[in-house]
């Protein structure tokens, strides 16, 4: 135990002097598979991620004044130099409580030709109008006169901490995300629209993760981001082992306004968009989509009926795929080398899910509202006693 303790202040010790939060490998949570460099949806070539957070303010809620817990962050398959470049996509929801749009199109044609932005509930609509006038402005269709398109922009509730009906989700907050997007290490916890968001009982919101592979000859990779704001505490789950259980009492939420409400323990949302780089058609990414909720699963996830959980996978192989004149030729993995990029997407959801809580700080929200950070002190001593802990 000591030994234990001593490896534990030495990280906290060293890792804030890099700019790096702790993440769960760091705090010896054991995973299966190989990351990529960065252990990120980023690990896969082309795509970036960009975030606008915003927090301020403190104490009693205004409606329009705060305290403001919130903001935005942005995905762009190819990069957003690559302006219209559309990529193989597949949705699937495994509870629609919430809101993704453009996933009609994006069944219909196959195509995600769209950034991914993901905000909170009440800002999907100025989300996607700010990023319709982006387009306009910085001709993304490179000259085309009549274009239309649908923005992808899901969502997740914050509305226990920020002050969700004051509307603080402007137009600058989605052209900074857009602006910040790169490719490399990310940021995760308390960013973007993971903000102000809440996870199996503690603080919730943004994190990421990624596998490397083979399948044959080739080496692929698969990335994973989610917008974590899910699941009963006693549900929580991290290596197998019931950690939800053993700190059911806890830092638990602190709740002092609004005093009604029909929020039941466990409801929530959970976004998560995988990307690949292997060749894949749009049905096949419909499969990967599908398998995205075991991840969830394994971390304590239910599918609660107050919940939004909503899953978008893509495909950055194929570049020349879509072709408004001319037919076109692409590549498939064949169905029956699946397996292995099943196993990635449900690994790297789990981990993401997990370094979104390890990076989330304890926030304070309206009237006081308190989600607590996982304490990374009581984690290591759990899972060192059911002999988890990655020494």
């Known amino acids: 135990m000591k030994r234990?303790?001593?490896v534990f202040i030495v990280m906290l010790i060293c890792f804030p002097s890099y700019g790096q939060k702790l993440r769960a490998r760091d705090l010896g949570v054991p995973f299966v598979g190989e990351t990529g460099e960065f252990n990120a949806i980023t690990d896969v070539k082309g795509v970036e991620v960009g975030y606008s957070t915003i927090i301020s303010g403190e104490g009693e809620n205004i409606i329009g004044k705060g305290p403001i817990r919130t903001g935005v962050t942005a995905i762009f398959p190819r990069g957003k130099a690559k302006k219209f470049s559309p990529v193989y996509a597949n949705w699937y929801s495994l509870n629609g409580n919430g809101e993704m749009t453009g996933t009609t199109w994006v069944t219909e044609s196959g195509f995600l030709e769209t950034p991914i932005m993901i905000t909170n509930t009440n800002s999907v609509g100025v989300v996607r109008d700010a990023v319709l006038k982006w387009y306009v402005d910085t001709d993304w269709y490179n000259g085309e006169n009549w274009w239309y398109t649908y923005p992808v922009v899901a969502e997740t509730y914050d509305g226990f901490l920020n002050d969700i009906y004051g509307f603080h989700v402007k137009e600058e907050h989605v052209l900074e995300a857009i602006e910040n997007t790169s490719s490399g290490k990310i940021a995760e916890g308390n960013v973007g629209g993971g903000t102000g968001m809440m996870c199996l009982g503690?603080?919730?919101?943004?994190?990421?993760?990624s596998r490397v592979f083979k399948i044959k000859d080739s080496t692929y990779t698969v990335g994973a981001i989610v917008q974590s704001n899910f699941g009963a505490k006693r549900n929580l789950s991290?290596?197998?082992?019931?950690?939800?259980?053993?700190?059911k009492d806890t830092l638990n939420y602190k709740f002092n306004a609004p005093p009604k409400s029909r929020r039941q323990e466990g409801d929530g949302s959970i976004i998560v968009i995988i990307a690949t780089d292997i060749p894949l058609l749009p049905h096949q990414l419909k499969r990967i989509a599908k398998r995205i909720p075991l991840g969830v699963g394994i971390v304590g996830g239910r599918g609660s009926n107050?919940?939004?959980?909503?899953?978008?996978a893509f495909s950055t192989a194929n570049e020349n795929a879509f072709n408004r004149d001319e037919t076109t030729t692409v590549e498939s993995l064949p169905n029956d080398q699946l397996m292995p990029v099943f196993e990635a997407t449900v690994q790297a959801v789990e981990e993401a899910i997990i370094n979104a809580m390890a990076a989330a700080e304890t926030m304070e929200g309206i009237?006081?509202?308190?989600?607590?950070?996982?304490p990374h002190d009581l984690l290591i001593e759990t899972l060192k006693t059911y002999n988890r802990l990655k020494e």
Request: charge should be neutral; glycine fraction near 22%.
């Open 367 to 374: 009237n006081g509202n308190k989600a607590y950070a996982l």
């Open 238 to 247: 991290i290596a197998g082992v019931p950690v939800g259980v053993e700190l």
């Open 202 to 209: 503690y603080k919730g919101g943004t994190g990421t993760s």
């Open 306 to 312: 107050g919940s939004g959980d909503i899953f978008l």
């Open 4 to 6: 234990i303790s001593i």
